[in-house]
């Protein structure tokens, strides 16, 4: 089946500093990737949605500016969290379909952000 | 807007015990419809899904029916086991290729043995 690899798994940084998550569609393109958010015992909710080539999509109250988003090739996505704080610290899931398709959507392992 | 609601938990059962997640869903048109699961720390994996009505998706003893006329896809189990103890997410997809999963709240299921 297709599998989408996200890295890291877990990150621990300082209020102040970005950092960067990456997302891969291992065996299979992605044109379109999504990027969730899951706070503790809740749903997970759609941030932006990522095309390959062009800029993301973001959801109504999602800063751009600080969560950026870059779908530099049909393979990865990555989501950097600039100027962290620790009210950003959550769970962060990405997704992809493939490309050209309308099947279901596969998703990564998550990252566990926490910001001190 | 479209939307997808399902009940709230936590559901708590004995192992063997039948299962029932209701899942009910809000949508212009007949949107494909999934359940996922996420185990404690890990992603979500699709557990099952249905893209059209009538369609009944089942996995591992799960099975879930698409019901158009009373827009719902409630989940069941007839015998739950304590290895099925994680949050259970129902969410829908638009038929426009490209679309995002919209998601139910979650439902988190604890079975004791």
């Known amino acids: 089946g297709a599998v989408v690899s996200q890295h890291p798994s877990w990150v621990i940084c300082k209020s102040g500093t970005s950092v960067k998550i990456e997302c891969r569609s291992l065996d299979f393109q992605a044109t379109t990737m999504f990027w969730y958010r899951q706070f503790p015992k809740q749903s997970l909710m759609l941030m932006a949605t990522?095309?390959?080539?062009?800029?993301?999509?973001?959801e109504q109250g999602v800063e751009k500016d600080k969560f950026l988003i870059n779908h530099a090739s049909l393979t990865l996505s990555t989501l950097t969290v600039t100027s962290a704080h620790p009210e950003d610290s959550s769970f962060y899931i990405c997704?992809?379909?493939?490309?050209?398709?309308?099947?279901?959507?596969?998703f990564g392992q998550g990252t566990r952000l926490t910001v001190v | 807007g479209d939307s997808v609601t399902q009940m709230e938990g936590p559901v708590t059962l004995s192992e063997e015990a039948f299962l029932t997640i209701n899942c009910t869903y809000t949508?212009?048109?007949?949107?494909?419809l999934f359940w996922y699961v996420q185990y404690p720390g890990e992603g979500l994996q699709l557990l099952l899904k249905a893209t059209k009505a009538d369609d009944k998706g089942s996995n591992k003893g799960f099975e879930a029916t698409y019901r158009k006329e009373t827009t719902s896809f409630h989940l069941e189990k007839g015998s739950v086991q304590v290895s099925d103890s994680a949050v259970y997410f129902c969410a829908r997809k638009s038929n426009q290729a490209g679309t995002a999963l919209i998601f139910g709240k979650g439902t988190t299921l604890s079975v004791s043995s």
């Open positions: 949508a212009t048109g007949y949107p494909s």
């Open positions: 990522s095309n390959e080539g062009s800029k993301a999509t973001y």
């Open positions: 997704s992809a379909t493939i490309s050209g398709k309308n099947t279901e959507a596969f």
